[in-house]
């Protein structure tokens, strides 16, 4: 798979979709940017990526052909197969403290911490022009961001990972562990 790293970026998704629409995306890919301006989460919505979070969208050919039977049942089931993966991820980043336990999912995207968001996915399913369906994950973590960095004034309260760990991840490890597992789950029904 392809990293590619950008300093800031309106968003990774809509970057990628946008390669994808003119038929630039060849193999596997990961963006990761440090912020965005523009990070979009479900239904349009905005999502605050400030400095410090992971911000990260993964390009991957789907492993059926749309249409089919085994295309069908993969895409119907993708959605909860990468919620779930994202936690169990998240839930061993916090291995060893009181918050480990309080890792649940908010289905299909949403993964909180004692009830507030530290993670959100958004999944696509898209075609490039020459007819090839994608899956685009996109992967939002308020990583290391500080906790009094992040807006109240969402629908939904928020919270970071630093604020749980009580000191900065690595975010490479994180990001390696997500990609590894999010290119995993889309491959495996």
């Not at 295309?71 to 291995?95: D, K, M, N, P, Y």
Request: hydrophobic content about 40%; some cysteine; proline content about 8%.
């Amino acid at each position: 798979m392809i990293i590619q790293r950008v300093r800031e970026i309106d968003s990774t998704s809509l970057e990628l979709r946008r390669r994808l629409a003119r038929g630039e995306l060849l193999s596997p890919i990961l963006l990761i940017a440090t912020t965005q301006t523009g990070g979009v989460g479900q239904f349009g919505r905005p999502w605050h990526s400030p400095l410090g979070g992971l911000w990260m969208t993964i390009a991957l050919p789907a492993p059926h052909a749309p249409g089919t039977p085994s295309f069908a049942h993969w895409s119907a089931t993708l959605g909860t197969r990468l919620g779930a993966t994202c936690q169990e991820v998240i839930a061993q980043l916090l291995a060893g403290t009181p918050s480990q336990t309080q890792v649940t999912l908010k289905p299909p995207n949403d993964i909180l911490i004692a009830g507030a968001k530290v993670c959100g996915l958004l999944t696509e399913l898209l075609h490039d022009p020459a007819g090839r369906a994608w899956v685009l994950v996109g992967v939002g973590v308020n990583s290391n961001v500080p906790q009094e960095s992040m807006p109240t004034a969402l629908a939904y309260p928020a919270t970071t990972l630093l604020a749980h760990r009580g000191h900065p991840i690595d975010q490479e490890h994180l990001m390696h562990a997500l990609a590894e597992h999010i290119t995993h789950a889309c491959a495996h029904p």
